[in-house]
């Protein structure tokens, strides 16, 4: 009798395991499925709430920064870029964002950084970093010069 309900307590743990997993990737799914109709506002909540059951999804974060980055709120985009790369170093598209925000700040060591990191881990979007390393050195001669 033991071994009865010693098998149907693991059968509840593994069902309550599977539908919290699921529930997890459900946010997740939702809010992407959301962000790319553009409800910004709706996706923020979910992907938030997938953050709070799963706190190292460098996706929600990722997605967060673009939609602050769609709002113009460059604090925040930076930071949940940045929470990004600490969960994910080698996301691609997380770099590549961070090294745009730097060029607006004018802040050249950091897009530097950023872009050799960026050439380490390429394999997609190789192209966007070729495109900021020439304007940066159309920008750094004429720094230079002053």
């Not at 809010?31 to 953050?51: G, Q």
């Not at 600490?86 to 872009?115: C, G, Q």
Request: glycine share 0%.
């Amino acid at each position: 009798m033991k071994k009865f309900f010693k098998l149907i307590g693991i059968i509840l743990v593994m069902f309550s395991l599977k539908s919290a997993c699921y529930s997890k990737e459900n946010f997740f799914n939702e809010a992407l499925d959301l962000f790319k109709k553009e409800k910004y506002e709706d996706a923020r909540f979910l992907f938030e709430r997938n953050i709070v059951f799963n706190p190292k999804d460098a996706n929600s974060y990722l997605y967060l920064a673009k939609i602050y980055n769609h709002e113009e709120n460059q604090r925040k985009e930076e930071y949940n870029l940045e929470t990004t790369l600490l969960i994910d170093p080698s996301n691609e598209e997380a770099l590549l964002m961070l090294m745009k925000i730097a060029l607006e700040k004018s802040n050249y060591e950091k897009v530097k950084d950023l872009s050799d990191k960026f050439t380490k881990v390429c394999k997609n979007l190789c192209k966007e970093n070729k495109n900021i390393e020439k304007s940066l050195k159309n920008i750094e001669p004429k720094n230079n010069e002053s």
